[in-house]
């Protein structure tokens, strides 16, 4: 019996393994992330094909993040019990499928069915991959690998509307090849990842909470519609909002009922005993709003208040995604090199970020595009510091048979401040836009209504420029709001327990308290 265990948990993997191993890993996040950045510059295009309406456009893009975050906790739960490798191939897999079945759509309905399927297996390609870290690397070496992160993260981020303007644009392609170009590079990673990737499988009795789970996705996938739908839809305070945010918080009551009675839950409450999973729970919201925030409207920044492309427009978000990868390959390196100590970097991290929002509240259509590159490169430095190391924070204080679960939970956690916060802020830009403009055109014999939909190119000169200067404030108040979230961050990361990063894979509940005090009094040494 000895003997069998041995074997099926195998040796730990060398670092020359490892780096194998992340070019499977790698790849895969960077068709994921591009998958939502590549589409960006095809919609308006899909629009007038398959003959959408502006309400399925904006479902193209909330199906995928609808479904992604649902299933995150799923995922992970389910990388404590099976195999983590195979989940992940498994992901991928649904991921590719949906991507080539997005690509043979022919009517909006179809289209943003498949989004959905392949936010299932982005859901858990974004869960997993941390996991799969966790079990190749000590949490104190995972900072020399986290620069494969931010390049893997960069490159799509940038290269995703570049790539897809082209496509677009290129005779003989066309957008359905926006969906077609992820196929090649995620067949590749599966490839890679089945040939590289040896992580020990830990067998134990499979008992999964299917009650918990559906109400769990239920209630979760209520609110987000809600969120996503509030404020264009219907007012926020509705009849309609009632009963989606009403029916959400009943079903996650239910949710939460079954979690406390069943003996394997998918979300394991207990886990928020521990005071670092709750305060980075917080603090990833912050984090996620921040990040998808950023993405969304500064590339609407620069389009709408700016007047650049939409291939401009991604370049010039280049200072954010720099600073991200800067700031979380060097972060990583020094805490790997040096004591193990994260908390330093997360405490000048969420400072940063809470600067650089506020920063950013100050831009208008005319600010120095240098001063507003230099806000962003501190915005990216800010979550570079904080994204890796929050999750390495509490993989650090987790047993190796929750780590799935955990790690899937802070994810979920920042994948739903981000769909979250992206809606309530876009609420709020939609309102400030139109009372700037209201307040613009005032007098402006001719001028439109500021409630109607404008295209600011067709506009007259001095409309034009009144509309700009609306988006222009309405900008810097939504990044002013997004710093105050950002407090609650900052504050989270100063009331964390440091604890430094533990220098072995296997981890359970009974030594993690002999650990602990060990390194910490050879840090005090």
């Not at 069943?262 to 917080?282: C, E, G, Q």
């Not at 190119?457 to 002013?480: C, M, T």
């Not at 990361?493 to 009974?510: G, H």
């Amino acid at each position: 019996m000895t003997t069998s265990t041995e074997a099926e948990q195998g040796a730990p993997m060398t670092h020359r393994q490892v780096v194998q191993a992340m070019y499977g890993l790698m790849l895969a996040l960077f068709v994921t992330i591009l998958s939502t950045t590549i589409v960006t510059n095809a919609l308006p295009r899909i629009l007038a094909d398959l003959d959408g309406s502006q309400s399925q456009y904006a479902w193209v893009v909330t199906a995928m993040l609808l479904t992604s975050t649902a299933t995150t906790p799923i995922w992970g739960k389910l990388s404590d019990l099976f195999s983590k490798k195979l989940l992940y191939q498994l992901a991928l897999t649904i991921f590719m499928t949906g991507s080539v079945l997005g690509g043979f759509a022919q009517s909006m309905p179809e289209l943003i069915g498949y989004r959905a399927v392949q936010g299932i297996g982005m859901g858990g390609l974004q869960a997993l991959i941390q996991v799969v870290i966790a079990a190749m690397v000590a949490p104190r070496e995972r900072g020399r690998y986290s620069g494969f992160i931010g390049a893997a993260f960069a490159t799509a981020t940038v290269s995703g509307p570049l790539i897809g303007g082209f496509i677009v644009d290129a005779p003989g392609l066309g957008w359905r090849w926006c969906f077609w170009i992820t196929v090649p590079v995620a067949v590749i990673a599966l490839i890679v990842l089945g040939r590289t990737l040896k992580l020990p499988v830990v067998r134990r009795p499979v008992k999964i909470d299917w009650l918990g789970a559906t109400f769990l996705v239920g209630g979760v996938s209520l609110i987000l519609v809600w969120v996503s739908m509030a404020g264009s839809q219907f007012a926020w305070l509705s009849a309609q909002s009632a009963a989606y945010l009403g029916g959400g918080v009943l079903i996650l009551a239910l949710a939460l009922f079954v979690e406390t009675r069943v003996s394997d839950p998918i979300v394991p409450l207990r886990m928020f005993r521990n005071r670092t999973i709750s305060l980075v729970t917080v603090a990833i919201v912050a984090v996620g709003t921040a990040m998808f925030g950023g993405s969304v409207f500064l590339a609407q920044y620069f389009q709408v208040a700016r007047g650049f492309s939409p291939t401009h427009a991604g370049l010039l978000t280049l200072p954010l995604v720099l600073g991200m990868f800067v700031s979380s390959t060097l972060s990583g390196q020094i805490i790997s090199r040096t004591t193990g100590r994260v908390k330093p970097f997360l405490v000048f991290g969420a400072s940063s970020l809470v600067v650089a929002l506020m920063l950013l509240s100050t831009i208008d259509s005319r600010t120095n595009l240098v001063l507003v590159g230099c806000y962003l490169a501190l915005m990216g430095t800010g979550l570079g510091c904080m994204m890796q190391n929050l999750v390495l924070a509490v993989q650090n204080t987790t047993a190796n048979s929750e780590v799935g679960s955990v790690t899937s939970v802070v994810t979920f956690f920042r994948t739903l401040g981000g769909s979250a916060g992206v809606s309530v802020l876009g609420a709020v830009l939609a309102a400030h836009v139109a009372s700037y403009v209201a307040a613009g055109l005032a007098g402006v014999p001719g001028a439109p209504s500021a409630g109607g939909s404008m295209e600011v190119e067709s506009l007259p000169g001095p409309v034009q420029q009144v509309v700009r200067d609306a988006y222009g404030q309405a900008f810097g108040d939504i990044f002013f709001i997004a710093g105050c979230v950002a407090l609650v961050t900052l504050a989270c990361v100063v009331l964390i327990k440091e604890q430094p990063l533990r220098t072995t894979v296997e981890w359970t509940s009974e030594n993690a308290r002999t650990e602990t005090e060990s390194l910490s009094s050879a840090s005090r040494a």
